[in-house]
């Protein structure tokens, strides 16, 4: 078989060997996003990045090809970190498609797998570790790690893990790693622990920004309904009959995650709950059920806010607000993914005025509030559960709760 550089356009401009674009075109991978055309040809040459970019914009393939291309030619180890067991999985999953063809072998370093597993697959000396970092400073701590070999580092979704106190560890891991290495850093947002540990332990990184941080996806229409808690069943009720595709749910709790999913089945949807009390292997059928069809609705914490790439989700909501204001900028991503057309829609209470101001602020955009629309009658279905305007529909107005002319923003 003829190698040519012309093996997928686009991609051929980029300095990735010969035998990598044939992997890409075999893949049906054939045009870069802007994060792979701008990271792909600077990774290559060795320099840090710190990269700003949405989830969706195929980050992975940005720091993917240039870390496998480059441990084949400098061989030595490289080390992705990233926030959640899901995203590690999913991350890894892509690495062995891209590497399969020469040889690579990974080691998923994870909570709630078998840390005997781990070991071993640590232990055939694999070319990428691939880890969450609580697990990772476990592993370093009973020796079984070392990260000597390290040539390559790369934090991804980092604004993520600094949220979830992983800094104090991410710090730990760097400062233990060698210092002659290349570091990569991924965020959708800009926070300072982000150019604190960038000035600490980059070397001169080349900072890559494909969207302002805390741009939301282009593609996503999105709305906010003024809904009290008491309708909110009703109201989600409606916009699962009215929406058809499949639709993934975000409750700010995982008690109200699992409450959620029970309602909507007893709705006659199918659904599935992720969240932190269910064990990863519970989590990973979960979504793959997610993913081939066998559930139509996902009811997650924002453990699966970031990473999850479920193609086609028609419908996002907010059934609670982020308590973090960039969380709601990585949920509506994951609509809208890889140039298609998505909706958010937001469940918010009366008082939380405050918490759309300061998404709006940080999105720059002002966030339709739609009327509540006739709602059906709240289903009696679970015994011994209270039945509210059983016998007659509610309709809602934003009048309500903002006075006549609606827009509380005048009232800022």
């Known amino acids: ?57 195929g980050k992975t393939l940005a720091f993917g090809i240039p870390m496998i291309q480059l441990l084949g030619q400098n061989k030595g180890q490289g080390l992705i970190l990233l926030p959640t067991r899901e995203l590690a999985l999913q991350v890894n999953d892509v690495l062995i498609k891209l590497g399969h063809k020469f040889g690579l072998r990974t080691a998923v370093v ?70 002659e ?24 990184p080349w900072r890559i920004e494909v969207a302002p941080a805390g741009t939301p996806a282009a593609q996503v229409e999105q709305e906010i309904f003024i809904a009290p808690k008491d309708v909110r069943v009703q109201l989600l009720d409606k916009l699962l009959t009215d929406t058809p595709g499949t639709v993934l749910i975000f409750s700010r709790t995982k008690h109200g ?35 081939a069809g066998k559930y139509r609705v996902l009811v997650a914490t924002d453990i699966a806010a970031r990473g999850i790439d479920v193609e ?24 809208g993914r890889a140039g298609s057309t998505g909706k958010a829609v937001s469940f918010a209470g009366p008082e939380q005025r405050m918490d759309v101001k300061q998404i709006e602020r940080l999105i720059k955009k002002t966030i339709p509030i739609s009327e509540l629309p006739i709602l059906p009658a709240r289903r009696a279905i679970r015994p011994g559960v209270k039945v509210v305007n059983a016998t007659a529909p509610y309709r809602g107005s934003g009048k309500q ?4 002319n609606r827009n509380f923003r005048r009232r800022r």
Do not use: W
Request: net charge positive; proline share 6%.
């Open 1 to 57: 078989m003829t190698h040519t550089n012309q093996a997928v356009p686009g991609f051929n401009t980029l300095g990735i060997a010969r035998e990598m674009l044939d992997v890409l075109n075999h893949l049906h991978f054939t045009t870069p996003t802007p994060i792979q055309h701008q990271c792909i040809p600077t990774a290559l040459e060795g320099k840090d990045i710190v990269g700003i970019a949405q989830t969706g914009t």
């Open 110 to 179: 994870i909570g709630g797998a078998s840390s005997f597993q781990q070991i071993q697959a640590i232990r055939r000396r694999p070319h990428i570790i691939v880890s969450t970092p609580g697990r990772l400073i476990d592993h370093l701590q009973n020796k079984n790690i070392s990260l000597k070999k390290v040539k390559m580092i790369v934090m991804d979704e980092a604004d993520r893990m600094f949220d979830i106190g992983f800094l104090p560890q991410i710090k730990q891991i760097l400062a233990v790693a060698p210092k």
């Open 257 to 291: 995650a699992k409450r959620i999913a029970g309602q909507v089945r007893d709705m006659g949807h199918s659904a599935i709950e992720i969240h932190s009390n269910r064990s990863l292997a519970q989590r990973q059928a979960a979504m793959a059920g997610f993913k």
């Open 401 to 404: 709760f903002y006075g006549p």
């Open 312 to 335: 086609d989700i028609a419908l996002v909501v907010n059934y609670d607000l982020p308590d973090n204001p960039e969380d709601y900028v990585h949920r509506i991503g994951r609509t």
């Open 181 to 204: 290495r290349q570091t990569l850093m991924f965020s959708a947002t800009m926070p300072k622990a982000i150019a604190e540990v960038a000035a600490r332990f980059m070397k001169m």
